[in-house]
């Protein structure tokens, strides 16, 4: 299993930008399929973004797209969600994970690997 660590959530304004990170062990992110999800309070945990094994193809809910990037750096074994023109109702937990087996899903049960989540407060 594979230990996912978030970081970078905080309170930011509406327009503003964030970086959020999940640090995983050596390699991780070159043999598992990996995303972000997210969980509003009283709302069901809902896929954000997902990246293939490398990082060579990238899928986001459409509900980001445009505004939310998926990336990783292997070098440093780092997963990335470049959250850009943030919204008050992109405030939620943000949660990464990873799957050893299968292709990026949208589906939570796909992911056997889960970070704690890092609070991300969207507010003026």
């Known amino acids: 299993q594979a230990q996912l660590v978030e970081s970078g959530g905080g309170l930011v304004q509406p327009g503003d930008s964030l970086r959020l990170s999940c640090a995983a062990p050596?390699?991780?992110?070159?043999?598992?399929?990996s995303a972000w999800f997210r969980q509003a309070p009283g709302k069901e945990r809902e896929f954000v973004a997902a990246?293939?094994?490398?990082?060579?193809?990238?899928y986001n809910n459409d509900i980001v797209k445009g505004r939310f990037t998926i990336s990783v750096d292997n070098a440093k074994s780092m997963m990335y969600l470049q959250m850009n023109s943030l919204k008050p109702e992109d405030t939620a937990v943000y949660y990464c994970?990873?799957?050893?087996?299968?292709?990026?899903?949208?589906?939570?049960?796909?992911?056997?690997?889960w970070g704690q989540g890092t609070q991300v407060t969207v507010s003026s």
């Open positions: 994970a990873a799957a050893q087996a299968g292709s990026p899903s949208r589906v939570i049960t796909s992911y056997e690997n």
């Open positions: 050596r390699r991780t992110f070159m043999w598992y399929t």
């Open positions: 990246i293939s094994r490398v990082g060579t193809k990238t």
